[in-house]
Every structure is written in structure tokens, then in C-alpha cells.
């Protein structure tokens, strides 16, 4: 088994891809699911460019990645309490669709006003967001319609080649190698499961 990579190597390596995102580009990195194409959350022209990437303009497709709730809430203003409790109760990587997204690229919020949520349970990920302060997308790191690629050899050679920063895969950890469940939220605490 390949030994962890160390806290000092983590840092560094979140700097160089928080440096990335800082600059508008897009990152091909790991999550506690998938391997993911991510970027500023609040860089509609970073956000344009992941779409342009995977010829899609599916913003359902996208989420971010909040390091926190306190994160969550300064870009989601209308979301249930119930939604936070689930959030903390998950075991496994879970992503909320949830109400009143503001504040991030408007590119990146379906008209409904909703936005995919997670708090990843990964080193990198958690590195990253701290090291980034702000939201970052993620949506899967392949082109729309295609497979989504669980490893790092699995992503097409346009994908890595049309990314700025390949985070080492040695920072990978344990994913699940599978899309986290979903569930939606209405402002009411209405619930709609929608990926199991």
C-alpha cells in the first residue's frame, strides 16, 4: 500500500492548485468520489471554461465543495436547518440541492435558483477549500455523455490536456469511485431524494 503522502506535502500541493484557481484556471483533481474538474466557484469565466471543457452547459451537472456549514452559508441564504442536520448525520458523500445560491458565478446556478453542495470527507479536498477560502466546482472530469472516469487513467487526454493544474495522484486517498447520493431541499424542508 502506498504510503501518505505528509501534512507538509498536502500544503504544498493545495498552494499550487489554490494558486491555480486564484488565476481563473481549472483544476483536474480528486474527491472523496470521482476524480473531478474544479475552479473558483465565483469565476464565471473559470466556470465558462469547465463548461467549454466538457462541451456541456448543463449547470445541473455542476456542484462545489464547501470546507464547511459556515462556508455553506454565506453562499446558500435560504436553505432548511433540517438540510444541516442530514449533512452532519451523513456517512457516506452526500450532496444537497439546496435554495437560494448567491454570491457565486452566475453561470454556474440553474434558474431555479438551486445548487449542489457537498462538504467532502478528503484530505486534499479539505486542504484545498481552506487553503482557497471560497467555494470550488466540481463536476466530473469527463466529456458530457461520456463515462465518468473513476481513477485518474480512466479521464480522456482532452480533459487532462485542456486542464491547468493535475493535482499528483498520490494525494487521491480513499474514494468511493462512485457519484455521492443526492438529495434536494425545498426552503419548507421539503425532501426529494434523488440519487440513492
Keep these: 500500500m502506498a504510503k501518505k503522502p505528509s501534512d507538509e506535502a498536502l500544503r504544498h500541493e493545495a498552494a499550487l492548485a489554490a494558486e491555480t484557481l486564484r488565476a481563473g484556471g481549472i483544476l483536474l483533481y480528486p474527491t472523496d468520489t470521482v476524480w473531478g474538474l474544479g475552479c473558483d466557484a465565483t469565476n464565471a469565466e473559470a466556470v465558462a471554461k469547465i ?3 466538457k462541451r456541456s452547459e448543463n449547470k445541473r451537472s455542476m ?3 464547501c470546507a464547511s456549514a459556515d462556508m455553506v452559508v454565506r453562499y446558500i441564504d435560504r436553505a ?5 442536520e442530514v449533512m452532519e448525520m451523513a456517512t457516506s458523500p452526500l450532496t444537497l440541492i439546496l435554495p437560494g445560491a448567491r454570491g457565486l458565478a452566475p453561470n454556474l446556478i440553474p434558474d431555479e435558483g438551486t445548487l449542489g453542495v457537498r462538504i467532502p470527507d478528503h484530505d486534499f479536498c479539505r486542504q484545498l477549500l481552506r487553503t482557497f477560502g471560497r467555494p470550488i466546482v466540481s463536476t466530473s472530469a469527463n466529456l458530457s455523455g461520456e463515462a465518468t472516469p473513476v481513477a485518474l487513467q480512466d479521464v480522456a487526454r482532452e480533459i487532462v490536456d485542456g486542464t491547468d493544474f493535475v493535482v499528483d495522484p498520490r494525494f487521491e486517498g480513499r474514494p468511493t469511485r462512485k457519484a455521492s447520493s443526492i438529495i434536494a431541499f425545498g426552503e419548507g ?3 426529494n431524494i434523488i440519487r440513492e
Design 51 to 53: 463548461y467549454a471543457l
Design 63 to 65: 456542484l462545489v465543495l
Design 80 to 84: 432548511p436547518g433540517i438540510a444541516f
Design 189 to 191: 424542508g421539503e425532501v
